[in-house]
């Protein structure tokens, strides 16, 4: 499997609510996301992927444009869902549910060692999810 199509699986994963295959596909990459400073890997990632899914239950992820350099995978992500549960903060609040829509445009690079994730950084606009949470 390429890593392009391993990236692809992933986010297929998410979208499907497989946290047994994201675990898999993951392994023990870290995930870093550069609007929250929130940094993790191994079960602390997927801890913090289920929080995401806990604030937007129905969230997918649409690839939109994925490019694939040596170890490096570029994709540009549209992120849809509803704002039906409360979302997490870094510092372990929660802000309830608004039911409001979220669109977020987003970016991950991805880098593999021999194939296998090894750390990915995950770009998106954090003033479009306060939005929708209505506190912004």
Do not use: C
């Not at 602390?44 to 350099?69: C, D, H, Q, V």
């Not at 992500?77 to 409001?100: E, F, Q, R, V």
């Not at 970016?107 to 949470?133: C, E, I, Q, W």
Request: glycine letters at 10%; proline letters at 4%; zero cysteines.
């Amino acid at each position: 499997m390429s890593n392009a199509e391993n990236f692809r699986a992933f986010i297929d994963a998410f979208n499907s609510d497989d946290f047994d295959a994201m675990r898999e596909i993951a392994g023990n990459s870290v995930y870093h996301e550069s609007a929250t400073g929130r940094e993790a890997q191994g079960e602390e990632y997927m801890a913090l992927l289920k929080g995401w899914r806990t604030a937007f239950p129905n969230l997918t992820g649409e690839i939109t444009s994925l490019m694939e350099s040596g170890d490096t995978v570029v994709a540009e992500i549209t992120w849809t869902g509803t704002h039906d549960g409360p979302l997490g903060m870094p510092d372990g609040s929660a802000i309830p549910a608004t039911g409001n829509p979220m669109r977020n445009e987003a970016a991950m690079v991805a880098r593999y060692k021999d194939g296998v994730p090894d750390r990915s950084n995950h770009y998106f606009d954090l003033m479009t999810v306060m939005r929708t949470a209505g506190v912004a």
